[in-house]
C-alpha cells in the first residue's frame, strides 16, 4: 500500500471517529435537555426516567461497540502501515547497499578510466617517440638511398666508359695484329721472291762446286789410296755443307730475324693486350 494511501485511510478513520463522537454528543444533548424538563415539570413518572437511561445506556454501549470496532480496524491499519513502513525499510536498507554498490563500482571504474588513462598518455608518448625514431630513420634512409642511387649512376657511367675504352682497346688489338699479319706475309712474299731470284745463282756455285770436285778426283787418281780417301771426305763434307746452309746465306739470316722478331712482338702484344683487357 502507498503512503498516501495509508495516511487517507487514517485521515478517513479519523474522520468516521470524529463524526461519531459528534454523533454521540449530539444523541446525548436532547436527553439532558429534556431531563431538565422532567424536573420542571415533575409531572413525568420515575419509570419514565428508567426507560429513558437504558435506552442512553444502550445507545452508549452500541456506540462503544462501534468505537471498539473502529479501533480494531485502525490497529490493523496500523498494523499494516508498520508491516508497509518495514517492508520500505527494508526496500530502503536494499537500496542503500545497492547504492554502495554502485559507488563501489563507480569508483572501481573512476579509477580504472585514471589507469586508462594513463597508459593512453604513455601509449601516445611512446607513440610519439616512435614516430619520430621512424622519421629519422626514414630520413637516413633516403639519404643513403640517395647516396647509394648516385654511386650506382657513377659506377654506370665508369662501366660504360670502360667497356667504350674496351672496345676502342679490342679494335686497336685486332687492327694491330690485322697489320702485323700483313706486315709478316708481306715480309714471307718478299723472302720468297728474294729466294727465287737467288736460285740461279745458287745452281752456278753448285756446279763450279762439282767442276772442283771432278778436277780434285782426277788429279787424286795418280796418288795414293789415302789422299783419295780424304778428297772424297771433303767432297763429301762440301755437299753437306751446301745441304744445312740455307739457300740464301748470310742475307736470308738477315730477313729472318726481322721476322723472327715481329713473330715476338706480335705474341707478347696479343698477351699483354689481352691480358690488359681481361683486368679491365
Known amino acids: ?6 495516511t ?3 485521515g478517513h478513520h479519523q474522520f468516521d471517529i470524529k463524526s461519531n463522537n459528534l454523533e454521540r454528543r449530539t444523541s446525548l444533548k436532547p436527553i439532558d435537555n429534556r431531563t431538565p424538563r422532567l424536573d420542571v415539570k415533575s409531572s413525568i413518572s420515575t419509570p419514565l426516567k428508567h426507560t429513558v437511561d437504558a435506552q442512553e445506556r444502550i445507545q452508549f454501549l452500541r456506540e462503544m ?3 471498539r470496532e473502529e479501533l480494531a480496524e485502525f490497529k490493523r ?3 499494516a502501515l508498520i508491516e508497509q513502513m518495514d517492508g520500505i525499510s527494508i526496500d530502503l536498507e536494499l537500496s542503500k547497499d545497492r547504492v554502495s554498490e554502485i559507488e563501489q563500482d563507480l569508483t572501481a571504474t573512476e579509477e580504472v578510466n585514471v589507469n586508462l588513462q594513463v597508459l593512453l598518455e604513455k601509449a601516445v608518448k611512446s607513440q610519439k ?5 621512424a622519421t629519422q630513420t626514414i630520413r637516413n634512409m633516403y639519404t643513403e638511398l640517395a647516396s647509394v642511387v648516385y654511386e650506382n649512376n657513377q659506377l654506370q657511367s665508369r662501366l660504360a666508359s670502360l667497356e667504350s675504352h674496351q672496345r676502342e682497346q679490342v679494335g686497336n688489338v685486332y ?5 702485323m699479319q700483313e706486315y709478316t706475309h708481306m715480309l714471307e712474299q718478299a723472302q720468297g721472291t728474294i729466294h727465287m731470284l737467288q736460285e740461279p745463282r745458287l745452281i752456278k756455285m753448285s756446279l763450279s762446286s762439282t767442276a772442283s770436285s771432278s778436277r780434285r778426283t782426277s788429279t787424286a787418281s795418280f796418288t795414293e789410296d789415302d789422299d783419295e780417301s780424304t778428297t772424297r771426305k771433303e767432297t763429301h763434307m762440301t755437299n753437306k755443307t751446301y745441304i744445312q ?3 740464301l746465306g748470310p742475307q736470308q739470316s738477315s730477313l729472318l730475324k726481322p721476322q723472327q722478331g715481329l713473330r715476338m712482338l706480335l705474341q707478347s702484344q696479343g698477351g699483354s693486350g689481352l691480358g690488359s683487357l681481361t683486368r679491365r
Not at 687492327?175 to 697489320?179: E, K, L, S, V
Open 65 to 67: 461497540e462501534k468505537t
Open 77 to 79: 491499519n496500523v498494523n
Open 175 to 179: 687492327d694491330i695484329t690485322r697489320r
Open 1 to 6: 500500500m502507498d503512503p498516501e494511501e495509508i
Open 129 to 133: 617517440e616512435s614516430d619520430v625514431c
Open 245 to 247: 746452309s740455307p739457300p
Open 8 to 10: 487517507q485511510t487514517l
